[in-house]
Nanobody, 112 residues
Framework: QVQLVESGGGLVQAGGSLRLSCAASRGTFGTYRMNWVRQAPGKEREFVAGINWNDGSTYYADSVKGRFTISRDNAKNTMYLQMNSLKLEDTAVYYC?????WGQGTQVTVSS
C-alpha cells in the first residue's frame, strides 16, 4: 500500500505563500486522482485541489481558485500545492489523499 508524507506547512502572515509537498512511497498511480484536503478546527473536511496523475488535469475548490496551484513530479512521485495570497481562513491541517490512503497532515497557520 502506498504511503503519503506531507511537508512544508508552517506559520505565515496573511498575503504570504507556502508550498506543500506530498511524497508517495511508490509511483504508478495510473488514472487515479490525488487530492489535497484540509480540516480547520471545528469544521468539516474540505476538498482543496486534485490532480489526475496520468494527464495532469487539475481541479480546485472555488475558495482557492486563482490562489493555489496543484502540480506533480512523476519522477519524484511527489505532489505539490503552491499556496499564494494566503488568508486567515486557509488555516487548517492539510492532508494529501490517494483513494482511501491519507498522509499524516501538515499544519498551515495564517496570521494577521
Amino acid at each position: 500500500q502506498v504511503q503519503l508524507v506531507e511537508s512544508g506547512g508552517g506559520l505565515v502572515q496573511a498575503g504570504g505563500s507556502l508550498r506543500l509537498s506530498c511524497a508517495a512511497s511508490r509511483g504508478t498511480f495510473g488514472t487515479y486522482r490525488m487530492n489535497w484536503v484540509r480540516q480547520a478546527p471545528g469544521k468539516e473536511r474540505e476538498f482543496v485541489a486534485g490532480i489526475n496523475w496520468n494527464d495532469g488535469s487539475t481541479y480546485y475548490a472555488d475558495s482557492v481558485k486563482g490562489r493555489f496551484t496543484i502540480s506533480r513530479d512523476n519522477a519524484k512521485n511527489t505532489m505539490y500545492l503552491q499556496m499564494n495570497s494566503l488568508k486567515l481562513e486557509d488555516t487548517a491541517v492539510y492532508y494529501c489523499t490517494y483513494g482511501s490512503t491519507w498522509g499524516q497532515g501538515t499544519q498551515v497557520t495564517v496570521s494577521s
